[in-house]
């Protein structure tokens, strides 16, 4: 992606509300390779901030942690590129506070798009590009932890985004490499 995009691109990740395995809501865990990895995807392809959305305290507060040591001297001299990409990841308790934050930087309300691995009707990333310039706002990526985001979240998206076929039947990626591939996707595109 350009360095300079005719419209930002923001990424979610969301740990709640999300499905698991029995279809349950439920809130996931933050890993640390989810911080780490898909900052640097992020750093990668020009996007302009990460958001972690978990609403547990505890979780939170991990997740801090680990901010705040890439954000020091001693994380910065460890390993200089892991922090420039530490440092566009942002904690959120919800969804809304991340609609909330792009607004007040943009001055407009985000295009949010969500991402699936569920066989359904999506736009390609080229639609996805046409229709963020033609509206002249920012784009929020969403992606879902667990066993996938709730009908609740997918239903205040205004777009979904193709999902991932691989060749063969099984179809479940990490939620990193799915960001990396999208983000390559979108980057191609631009």
């Not at 499905?19 to 302009?48: E, M, P, Q, W």
């Amino acid at each position: 992606m350009s360095s300079s995009p005719r419209f930002p691109i923001y990424i979610a990740l969301l740990h709640y509300p999300v499905y698991n395995k029995r279809k349950k809501v439920v809130a996931t865990c933050i890993t640390t390779f989810d911080l780490h990895d898909i900052a640097r995807s992020a750093a990668t392809f020009g996007i302009k901030k990460y958001f972690v959305v978990n609403p547990m305290p505890a979780q939170l507060e991990f997740a801090g942690r680990i901010l705040k040591y890439w954000a020091r001297k001693e994380g910065k001299e460890h390993n200089w590129t892991r922090a420039a990409a530490i440092s566009l990841v942002e904690l959120k308790k919800d969804l809304a506070e991340v609609v909330r934050a792009i607004k007040k930087r943009e001055k407009r309300a985000p295009l949010i798009v969500g991402t699936s691995a569920k066989t359904q009707d999506g736009m390609p990333a080229s639609d996805l590009l046409k229709e963020a310039s033609k509206k002249k706002r920012p784009v929020l990526l969403v992606f879902g932890t667990g066993w996938g985001m709730t009908e609740e979240v997918l239903e205040k998206c205004d777009y979904m985004l193709q999902p991932i076929v691989g060749s063969g039947q099984y179809n479940h990626l990490s939620v990193r490499s799915a960001v990396a591939i999208i983000l390559d996707r979108l980057g191609r595109e631009r």
